[in-house]
């Protein structure tokens, strides 16, 4: 991974249990592309479901946001100016068609819509190691500076 | 176009992201956007970008931190329009 895609994630408010991105593939004026191991370890698999462990989807949602917008908006916003910037999701609408169960690894791809008045608009998909789509659909934040 | 003419035309913008609390009759020309018709900031940022395609015009940063009632709105768009 590029010394710069670590410098993003080291600028990521996140940390353990609450940090979904483990490596950043690609980051653009236009998207970014990284991807995440679910550890059989994780806490919420104690509680979902009983006895079957299974990744929410509201995790799988946190990992698309944490990668493909705050990710992306933090790279977006460090262009132009050296204040840290911090994002707060303002909306969601995700679809969801595979499940995904411990140890697998997904990989999030996001798109930018726009980013205009500090709100970053992404349409995210979320991928499986056989490359199907888990879920997807469109996540904004707001920047605050 | 006339403010009577924008104003009937942002009605409609404003109505879609009104929260479900907020009657459309209370928008006013006075009203303010976020602290009275308790529109969030991102929905903010939504309204502006359905302005912008409705009157074929283009907010600044400048306009947005000018923007905080109807009347601002319609302000601004006026302004745009006869310069454009």
């Known amino acids: ?145 | 176009m006339t403010s009577e003419e924008i104003f009937d035309q942002l009605v409609p913008i404003i109505t879609l992201y009104l929260p479900d609390d907020v009657s459309p009759d209370e928008i006013q020309l006075k009203s303010d956007l976020t602290g009275e018709l308790n529109i969030n900031s991102a929905h903010l940022v939504d309204i502006v970008l359905d302005v912008e395609d409705t009157f074929s015009i283009v907010f600044a940063n400048e306009d947005m931190e000018q923007l905080h009632t109807v009347q601002d709105a319609i302000t601004i768009i006026q302004k745009k329009i006869t310069t454009k």
């Open chain 1, 1 to 145: 991974m590029q010394a710069h895609f670590q410098q993003i994630i080291d600028a990521l408010p996140y940390s353990e249990p609450f940090l979904f991105v483990n490596t950043l593939h690609s980051v653009s004026e236009n998207g970014a592309e990284g991807s995440y191991t679910f550890s059989k370890d994780s806490y919420f698999y104690e509680g979902h479901f009983k006895n079957n462990p299974v990744t929410p989807g509201v995790i799988l949602t946190e990992c698309m946001a944490q990668i493909g917008v705050v990710c992306l908006g933090i790279y977006l916003t460090q262009k132009n100016t050296s204040e840290k910037a911090q994002l707060a999701l303002s909306s969601t609408q995700v679809d969801f068609y595979k499940a995904v169960f411990p140890e697998e690894t997904v990989r999030v791809v996001s798109e930018k819509e726009y980013f205009r008045f500090n709100k970053l608009k992404c349409k995210v998909t979320m991928y499986n190691e056989a490359n199907e789509i888990v879920c997807k659909g469109n996540i904004s934040g707001m920047v605050k500076l």
